[in-house]
């Protein structure tokens, strides 16, 4: 929908994650260029699901890309690179919307704060008071 906040999600197969608010309606290519590319290895195999904005963004950036077909019930490819899927990812998103329900409605003006909350304590990532009083003032860049 043209009135819902659109999040990018990447996340490497170590949980590596980064995420975004790229603005409202579908993912536009240079949207992931302003929010992907600068965080993307050169090298790395861009697997995702079928949205057009991403084969057009890796063709135009020299970028290996593979999609995998959600819509038409597939989950997994095997390819020379080995299991390709969005499963990593798809996983992060459901965590996040059952965390973002609790609050019964976000504001989108505030929403990359709390992206930025969630990251931090997805997957244990703050082990201290400290820690997360060090990410919540920017001392640490995520």
């Keep these: 929908s043209h009135h819902l906040d659109c999040i990018l999600v990447a996340r490497d197969r170590s949980g590596q994650t980064i995420d975004a608010v790229t603005g409202r309606g579908p993912l536009k290519v240079n949207q992931l260029v302003t929010h992907l590319l600068p965080k993307l290895d050169p090298q790395a195999l861009l697997a ?3 949205n057009a904005a991403y084969p057009a963004f890796a063709l ?3 970028i290996a890309h593979q ?8 989950r997994v490819r095997n390819g020379a690179e ?7 990812v798809n996983a992060y998103h459901r965590r996040l919307k059952e965390w973002l329900a609790r609050f ?6 505030w929403l990359p704060n709390y992206l ?3 990251w931090a304590l997805d997957g244990g990532r703050v082990t201290s008071v400290e820690q997360l ?10």
Excluded at 67 to 74: H, I, P, Q, T, Y
Excluded at 82 to 88: D, F, K, M
Excluded at 104 to 109: D, E, F, K, L
Excluded at 133 to 142: K, M, P, W
């Design 116 to 118: 930025g909350w969630h």
């Design 67 to 74: 999609a995998v077909n959600l819509s038409a019930g597939e």
């Design 82 to 88: 080995g299991a390709i899927h969005v499963q990593n």
């Design 60 to 62: 135009a950036h020299g």
């Design 133 to 142: 009083l060090r990410i919540a003032f920017g001392v640490i860049n995520r």
């Design 104 to 109: 019964h409605g976000v504001a989108s003006r």
């Design 48 to 50: 995702t699901d079928a």
